[in-house]
């Protein structure tokens, strides 16, 4: 008899009895889960379950019985530790991850596998050390400088060509970069561009040297030195054997002795070069790099960016100037990727364009380690310079969009002898205003006090009616009023549309942040660059400081572009052909750029078409920092490197680096 059959025999009583009970069984069960789930949350309310939180590549700075202090992120946070966790006695300034439960420490584990090399190259791939090879950062790679004040770094922070970082590796890559200590660097490496500096890396090279050398390359692990006899010549491509396994090195046998570039030309000819010359194979072609000494380079840089017939006082603080630029791309890299500082060109400073010349060696070795800070303690300054003025000099924000980035030091100012005058007289017996020394340089004096001199104010040349008489008149006071380039004209009497809008595109593709195009609501966006028919204007319609041209709004059928900053507008107006008309009745040619961004524009239209154009202008070059001339100018009067350095860079600090 089954449990139906059973049930059918129930009276009606019974099986009211027994659901009942069914139900009270089931409340009862029921109750008894909530009671469960209550006393379980309870217990979660009372001691819940523990938050865990990982932290990786971390610096431990102190260790104790039962805490830890660390670097995390750029602070100092100390944690206790859990009831029986040890932490090892090795723990102490190393690199570890560390467990935190409830943000204690659970589990500490060290990372002591460290590494040690000069700094070849830094990029997005890893970063190559001399002698040991190329490794891969980790996604949470850490960077730590030791020295001075702990603070957080990157691989860009990595002084390349020295070996003052240990790198602590896991699993075969690089987790931690830990910077341990600065000391005077004396060598600086150059990527040395192809020949006429067409090109960043090279086909092939043709090496040889003016004393016996070595080649030094690796091969099975083992590093190989492979003797030559001076005058040798070496072949070197893509798929010469000393690159199969890394870098090579050109090592004359004697410290005087210099390379030789064969295929490589410059303005000197054939160009040789002092220290070393490393070939490294990027995939792409031969990358160059020259490591020499920073005074031994400053050789050849001199007399390329300065003639060496100007005055003495006026190559001294050329040469300041070229090593506080230098020293300044040694502390940060121009060029990591490569493992150079800077190239040897204009995109940094020219080198080895120009033979060394005996007064351009002496200039830098009177100013030996002489570099100008802001203050002590400081960065090197910028020490821009450029060739000539129109009169007046700019600041450093006619290369940004927004204004007031400009550093204290460099100011728009007229560049003539009352203002020099004025200065040397109001700066007589102190410091704060010249380039002074603390090592024993001197500080310019006068016989005049400070209270007696007035400087005279630098007239806000920034509304167009004022730059516009300026520009179109000469001032005899002027350092630079007799230079050829003091003032220039620049006529285009028919315009070329396809070759503005051509060079507009191109200086969009460098940086389209700084070429914006009108919206339908009234507001600019960086978009592609169309095609246009006509140009229906052209204005500046923003001047910078000293007038030089920031914004130039150009105006076509089709669409409205505004343009930012005066190397633009230099590059956009000039189209490669048209000859420069100087103030002496000389022509000069302009390939890439305007002379100057101090120019006075005027349209040439027929109907409502802009046709042709005039530049009214004056000055060669950005007008930020150091005018050359006008410090050649400066010298042949009587003023000294300090007095001319003063007057430019004003408030900085010349000290010697190597002290």
């Known amino acids: 008899m089954d449990f139906k059959e059973r049930e059918n025999k129930l009276s009606k009583s019974q099986r009211m009895q027994l659901k009942a009970l069914a139900c009270i069984l089931g409340i009862v069960l029921l109750l008894i889960l909530l009671v469960c789930r209550l006393f379980s949350a309870i217990l979660q309310w009372i001691e819940p379950e523990p938050v865990i ?3 990786y590549n971390v610096w431990i700075m102190e260790t104790g019985e039962n805490h830890l202090k660390v670097f995390e992120e750029g602070l100092e946070k100390v944690y206790e530790c859990e009831e029986g966790v040890m932490i090892p006695e090795e723990a102490r300034e190393q690199v570890a991850d560390i467990v935190l439960s409830d943000e204690k420490v659970a589990r500490v584990q060290v990372k002591s596998h460290k590494i040690n090399g000069k700094v070849l190259a830094v990029d997005s791939e890893g970063i190559e050390l001399e002698g040991v090879g190329k490794y891969a950062l980790t996604e949470r790679v850490k960077g730590y400088r030791l020295y001075d004040t702990l603070t957080m770094c990157t691989g860009q922070d990595l002084l390349i060509g020295y070996d003052f970082a240990d790198f602590v590796l896991e699993d075969g890559k690089i987790c931690a970069i830990l910077m341990v200590k600065e000391e005077v660097m004396e060598y600086i490496r150059v990527l040395i561009k192809s020949g006429d500096y067409k090109a960043t890396l090279h086909d092939r090279l043709t090496i040889t040297s003016d004393a016996d050398y070595t080649i030094c390359y690796e091969s099975g692990g083992q590093t190989v030195e492979e003797l030559h006899k001076a005058g040798e010549v070496c072949e070197v491509d893509e798929n010469s054997h000393w690159l199969k396994e890394g870098r090579i090195r050109i090592v004359p046998s004697v410290l005087t002795g210099k390379v030789i570039l064969q295929n490589v030309s410059r303005n000197q000819g054939i160009p040789a070069y002092r220290g070393t010359i490393e070939v490294m194979n990027t995939g792409k072609g031969l990358a160059v790099i020259n490591e020499v000494l920073l005074e031994e380079y400053l050789y050849s840089v001199v007399p390329s960016e300065m003639p060496a017939s100007y005055p003495a006082e006026a190559l001294n603080a050329q040469a300041v100037c070229a090593r506080t630029y230098a020293y300044k791309h040694m502390l940060h890299a121009g060029l990591p990727e490569y493992g150079a500082h800077v190239d040897d ?16 060696t002496t200039a830098v070795k009177e100013t030996y380690g002489q570099i100008l800070f802001w203050e002590e303690g400081a960065a090197p300054a910028d020490t821009y310079y450029y060739s000539t003025s129109c009169g007046v000099g700019s600041d450093a924000d006619v290369w940004s969009v927004e204004s007031g980035g400009s550093p204290a030091y460099l100011t728009s100012q007229l560049i003539n002898r009352t203002e020099m005058a004025n200065f040397i007289a109001g700066s007589a017996g102190t410091t704060a205003e010249v380039a002074g020394t603390t090592s024993g340089a001197e500080v310019v004096t006068s016989e005049a006090t400070a209270s007696e001199a007035e400087r005279t104010e630098a007239p806000d040349l920034t509304r167009e009616e004022d730059f516009a008489r300026f520009i179109c008149s000469k001032n005899v006071d002027d350092y630079e009023v007799s230079e050829s380039w003091y003032r220039w004209q620049y006529e285009k009497e028919s315009i070329d549309s396809d070759t503005i809008c051509q060079r507009l595109k191109e200086r969009y593709q460098a940086n389209p942040s700084r070429i914006l195009t009108l919206q339908q609501d009234g507001t600019y966006k960086s978009e592609d660059v169309k095609g246009w028919n006509h140009i229906l204007n052209l204005e500046i319609t923003e001047r910078g400081a000293g007038g030089v041209a920031k914004e130039l709004l150009l105006t076509t059928d089709k669409e409205t572009y505004l343009i930012f900053t005066e190397y633009n507008i230099r590059y956009i107006l000039c189209d490669g052909e048209t000859k420069v008309f100087r103030q002496d009745g000389s022509q000069a040619s302009a390939p890439t750029l305007l002379p100057s961004g101090f120019f006075l524009l005027e349209t040439v239209k027929e109907k409502e078409n802009v046709v042709g154009y005039y530049l009214t202008g004056g000055g060669y070059g950005h007008g ?21 350095l003063a007057f430019f860079y004003q408030g900085c600090l010349l000290l010697n680096v190597y002290e």
């Open 53 to 55: 939180r990982n932290l």
């Open 345 to 360: 060109s204009t995109g940094y400073q020219v080198y080895n364009n120009i033979a060394e010349q005996e007064a351009a």
């Open 624 to 644: 930020v920092g150091m005018s050359q001339n006008g410090a050649r100018n400066m010298a042949a009067e009587g003023r000294t490197a300090q007095e001319i």
